[in-house]
């Protein structure tokens, strides 16, 4: 917040999966949406996935808290997206956060 920036909130995760899948994912809380990831463009945009049963897969928290060690956060997999509260917030590589406002 001292450099005018936050987490993001759910419509702009939402902005970026709509961008990364190619087309609207919008859906209810922990709603799968199948898509295609595009992992190039996820690259370019700072982000690393990991290999998990398979796919390629990575987490971004968004801005609202739901305890104290809980956020929700966007899964953005090979297959589909979802967002919902996730946690505990950890370090585990697959776990991302990005800074927008200004």
């Given amino acids: 917040a001292d450099q005018g920036q936050r987490l993001a909130n759910d419509s702009e995760l939402t ?3 709509n961008d990364l899948y190619g087309q609207s994912v919008a ?11 595009d ?8 982000f690393s996935s ?4 398979g796919m390629s897969i990575f987490y971004v928290w968004g801005g609202v808290e739901t305890s104290v ?4 956060a966007r ?6 997206t979802n967002w919902g509260s996730d946690g505990p ?3 585990d590589p697959i ?8």
């Fill in 39 to 46: 992992t190039e463009k996820a690259s370019k945009y700072g």
């Fill in 15 to 17: 902005t970026l999966a």
């Fill in 95 to 102: 776990v991302q956060a990005v800074c927008v406002g200004g």
């Fill in 27 to 37: 859906g209810a809380e922990h709603e799968d949406v199948a898509g295609n990831l």
């Fill in 50 to 53: 990991a290999t998990v049963s």
């Fill in 75 to 80: 899964t953005f997999a090979s297959v589909g």
């Fill in 89 to 91: 917030r950890n370090l």
């Fill in 69 to 72: 060690d809980k956020a929700y």
